[in-house]
């Protein structure tokens, strides 16, 4: 598929033939091209644990859903054969930055002007999810509620270091894609050359 046709393509899939399994070499071209994201330093702090067993992904399902207004997440009802875990890892850039070349020998985070662990972990993500579009698969990139995040991590032994940024489902899409040019913002609302104008 053209790179053009793929971006258009995109689109987040909440429902999944589960008749089909994912093959284990589509998950693989997924992850690979994640790992080519840029990161500030090249840190590559980022990794990802690939849950592609029934068994964990009922275990994700379990550990990622709150106690409380369930019924109302995603993820608590969700059926796909592949979860993803994109995880950060502040400490990879922090080490990173504190090398010569760098200087920040101090490892503070404060002089960072936004978490680039989870922004080039999410780069990471947009390119796996864009790779599954070009594979002839759905995905959905969602979050994990902020009180279920250590749960996750405990339940599949994610070291302390590495946190989950979300969770991206994958599988054949059971739906025919929506269109959603009506419901984007408008450009002139969004893109702005040479001033912000307007509010």
Known sequence: MEFQEVVRHRRMVRRYDTSRPVPTELVDVMISNALQAPSAGFSQGFGFLILDQAED??????????????????????????????????????????????????????????????IDTGMAALLALLTAVDSGLGACFFGIPIERVDVVRDAFGVPARFRPIGAITVGYPADPPRDLRERRRPRHEVVHRGHWAGS
């Open 57 to 118: 992904v009922a275990r994700f399902r379990a550990a990622a859903t709150p106690a409380t207004g369930a019924e109302d997440w995603f993820a608590a009802t969700f059926e796909a054969p592949v979860v993803i875990l994109p995880c950060s890892n502040k400490d990879a850039y922090l080490d990173r930055y504190a090398e010569p070349d760098k200087g920040f020998t101090d490892r503070s985070d404060a002089w960072w002007p936004a978490p680039y662990w989870d």
